[in-house]
């Protein structure tokens, strides 16, 4: 048995949507891939479930509940460490490919425990990443229940509702900084800065505004307005002090050949994303600014079996 599910780039919204913001995601077609085959005792790739590469693969292992031993192989194309939901393709697509073995998947259940995998291994975690890599396509996340909603995931006092998103077939490109920094500290910071000054506070309703603007911007494919708008939301961020002098390196070099570039996900290193329709020359501007670059488009397939 097997399962793939994608890699996720948040469009708008990150950071704000801790604040229960909207946030716009969408998934992209680079995946993960999890096969499993009942064996004599737990395996990954060969070695032991327990080494700490594993750790996300071994939670979602305990929440599936298997009956009997599986040697388990990994294959993902989604950079780790690059803010594109690696760790969330990897943990859906073992929910994906342990549930596959007896039956039909449910979606709802799956991103639930990729959640709370995604929580219990690094302390804290939105469901973003683990929603989108379940569902595919684009997902919009608001506080409160609105039509198209998938489900709703709630934990300690916060809630997340996740609703399908529509967006036309759209290309963009990742220009990663190979500068890795974790969300917690970043997510710590702009908590602070917004609790002792409310010109953050501000800054953080503007990004929610921005972030439904854009959906409606990418809808009706106004991209020169879209692209406007992630201009505006990488300086925001910026503001925030979730920024990088190489994320506004790679975001400079994309702009000229895109309608807009910003970073993605929490920032301090990580990736930007560009809007563009000369995608390979973007790439190229990226790679000489010193990122490495690749052209995604949205995937609309989530988890998959593949028997
Ligand atoms: O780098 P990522 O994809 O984990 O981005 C995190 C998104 C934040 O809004 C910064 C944090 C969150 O929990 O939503």
């Known amino acids: 048995m097997a399962a793939s599910a994608p890699g996720k780039l948040i469009l708008f919204g990150e950071h704000a949507v801790v604040f229960g913001e ?10 993960a891939e999890v096969f499993v085959r009942p064996y004599k005792e737990w395996r990954a790739d060969g070695g032991s479930i327990d080494e700490p590469r594993y ?27 690059a803010g594109l939901g690696s760790s969330a393709a990897v943990t859906v697509a073992t929910l994906g490919a342990l549930h596959g073995i007896a039956g039909a998947l449910d979606a709802p259940t799956i991103a639930r425990e990729a959640f709370e995998v995604e929580h219990e291994v690094q302390g804290r975690a939105s469901p973003l990443d683990t929603s989108t ?9 608001l506080r409160e229940p609105r039509e198209d909603l998938l489900w709703t995931i709630e934990r300690d006092t916060r809630r997340w509702c996740l609703h399908r998103a529509r967006l036309p077939d759209l290309e963009f490109v990742i220009g990663n900084t190979g500068i ?18 409310p010109h953050a506070a501000e800054k953080v309703r503007e990004i929610g505004r921005i972030t439904l603007d854009g959906l409606a911007a990418l809808r009706r494919r106004d991209l020169v307005e879209a692209g406007r708008l992630m201009d505006r939301d990488h300086a925001l961020l910026t503001d925030l002090g979730v920024g990088h002098p190489m994320l506004d390196r790679l975001v400079a070099a994309a702009r000229p ?12 290193g990580g990736s930007i994303v560009a809007l563009t329709d000369r995608p390979e020359e973007t790439a190229e501007t990226i790679r ?3 990122g490495k670059a690749f052209v995604v488009r949205p995937d609309s397939v989530g988890v998959t079996k593949q028997p």
């Open 22 to 31: 909207p946030a716009l995601c969408t998934a992209i077609n680079l995946r």
């Open 55 to 81: 750790r996300y693969v071994k939670r979602a292992v305990e929440k599936a509940k298997a009956r009997e031993p599986m040697w388990i192989e990994v294959r993902s194309m989604v950079p780790s460490g």
């Open 133 to 141: 890599a379940t569902a595919g396509g684009a997902l919009l996340v």
């Open 180 to 197: 890795s920094a974790a969300t917690g500290p970043l997510v710590a910071k702009v908590k602070d800065r917004v609790e002792r000054d």
């Open 257 to 268: 050949s895109s309608y807009g570039a910003k970073l993605t996900g929490a920032g301090g």
């Open 288 to 290: 000489a600014a010193g």
